[in-house]
């Protein structure tokens, strides 16, 4: 996403900058509610948790200042790196997965091989309508033994019906779920990306006896690059945030998920059912700079691709 | 159906293809059928009764017909909580989609038409803002919106779901590709006020993104299960996603609760259908709009 490049000065002729002095004010005035609600509920409770999280309440003796000792507990703090290693295993298994079908099938929507395409692009994007609680609940159901149809399905076999939200099973289980719901929206983003590129570039290289494969590899792939790098970064995002799905599905995994399977669960948890509202700041702020230091990773590593 | 769509394949010239096309196509149908069995199912299920649930195949209906009776315990269970958490998630999601997609275009356009002191810093910021995860905010904005007393209330939802920079992020590309500068001097030299040049000719130019940008906000809000969860104390002001999910956790939690089964399924259709349909009617609109995030 390179921003600066649509930094562009807006020309006009001098005679009317100078009348337009008088309206210097205008750009503000419809910024106005924009900057005031960033202000009031993101600037604001930003800094009002960076203070926090200098804070310590005790049991006896109040609140007390201890500058970064949160900081120094939460970098020691095995829960929230355990919660951590989880969603990095989680995210190391379901981006690939996700963002390499996203790919794919935004490649074969895009090419002239498929007919029908709508009815594809619509049935995979499908799931993104569907609320990540519900889509937890129907997979919950899937995955569980009582009336889940893959259990069903086995019995009818005379197969053991397998055991999903097991302790090796749980992340896969999520997995699945995310990359159910999310992989028709990274595709129609690589898909519009993809019906960006003009035809002729194509056609020279099919001149050139370039096979489809060869054409995806080396024009289209490189093209829609920081397409895919946008998908890419928000999917990290979205990962070191994992929470609802986990949320939900600790109703019929109570022991496999525990209090800080993931960070967020973490941070919920420290803030709602400890009160420990300082610390859990402070793990927040912990889990912004791992996110930070993992998306300028991503980045980097794209654009390094890119130019070499 | 595949036999059906092969029927459509030409022997001139493609038949090398034919195949390749052929694996193509089972490969697809088979994700299709990853994609929309899971949906298939939920709805076949929410015309079960819940000993239904537990006795038939999961992929095909039950001996008893339950869905009217699903409907009717769904919408009076517990004084009808259902229709309240459906009422409070139109609410949350029409004024977070109208006002900050509204914000976001009246920003977004500042940003790409006019020339002002700390411009780039600004929006630098806003983008920035972008990529800090939510949970940062989570806690605080609990605090300060428990501070003031809001927390039963709907505006604390609302109010923060208001402001949207990644909304501004779009506003603001496609307006810079979608706005011609010279029309915009034209229609100040006919003596036009800024605001009425935004109102009558800026706006029109913006419609399609300002369609996406609503439309994926209203998803987002109908859809929003964290913050609601957080900030909302009495069950009075749930949304759907919130609601749902506590009858579930009771349904598996007490046995006696099981009878929660079939509500919260069919709770589920209709709480999803309403997103879905707006998605299918204003598909024109958002698949064009994707684009924008992607291009730059």
Known sequence: MSVAKTFNTVKTPLWFRRARIGQKITPYLFLTPFLAGFLVFMVYPLIYALNLSLYRKKLVGGTSFVGLD????????????AGVRNVLVFGAMQIPVMLGLALLFALLLDGKLIRRQTIFRLGYFLP???PSVVAALIWGYFYGQSFGPIAQIAVALHLKPPLFLTPSGIIPSIANIATWQYTGYNMLILFAALKGIPEELYEAARVDGASDLQIALKIRIPIILPAIALTAI???????????????????????????????????????????????AAIAFTLALVTAVLSSLVLLAVYRREAS | ????????????????????????YVFLFV??????????????????????LFNSFGFWFAKDFGLAQNLKDLFTYQDAAFIGWMKNTAIYAISAAVGSSLISALAGYAFSQYQFAGRNVLFGIVLASVFVPGTVFAV??????????????????ILPTLVSPFGVY????????????????????????????????????????????????????????????LVLGKSEVYPVTVG???????????????????LVITGSVIGTLPVMILFLFLQRFWQNGLALGSIK
Request: include cysteine; aromatic fraction near 16%; charge should be neutral.
């Open chain 1, 70 to 81: 949160n900081y120094v507990k939460a970098f020691q703090d095995d829960n929230f790196w």
């Open chain 1, 234 to 280: 928000f999917s990290v995002i979205g990962t070191l945030q994992l929470f609802n799905e986990p949320n939900v599905l600790r109703v019929v995994a109570p022991t496999v998920l525990d209090s800080h399977f993931t960070p967020n669960i973490y941070v919920y948890n420290l803030a709602f059912a400890n009160r420990q509202f300082d610390y859990s």
């Open chain 1, 128 to 130: 993104f309508a569907v």
């Open chain 2, 244 to 262: 749902l999910a506590y009858w579930n956790s009771l349904a598996g939690q007490l046995s006696t609760h099981q009878i929660l089964y079939p």
């Open chain 2, 1 to 24: 159906m595949v036999t059906q769509t092969l029927s459509h394949v030409r022997p001139n010239g493609l038949r090398k293809y034919t195949t390749g096309k052929f694996a193509t």
């Open chain 2, 170 to 229: 779009l506003m603001r590309i496609y307006a810079e590709q979608a706005i011609p500068e010279e029309l915009l001097d034209a229609a100040r030299i006919d003596g036009a006020g800024e605001f009425r040049i935004f109102a009558t000719i800026a706006f029109r130019l913006l419609l399609p993104g300002y369609v996406t940008v609503l439309l994926f906000a209203f998803v987002g809000a109908w859809n929003n299960y964290f913050l609601p969860l």
């Open chain 2, 140 to 157: 605080p904005l609990y605090l300060l919106i428990s501070k003031t007393g809001l927390s039963g209330s709907l505006l604390a939802v």
């Open chain 2, 31 to 52: 994700c299709l059928g990853y994609f929309l069995l899971p949906l298939l199912w939920l709805s076949i299920a929410s015309t079960k009764t819940n000993a239904g």
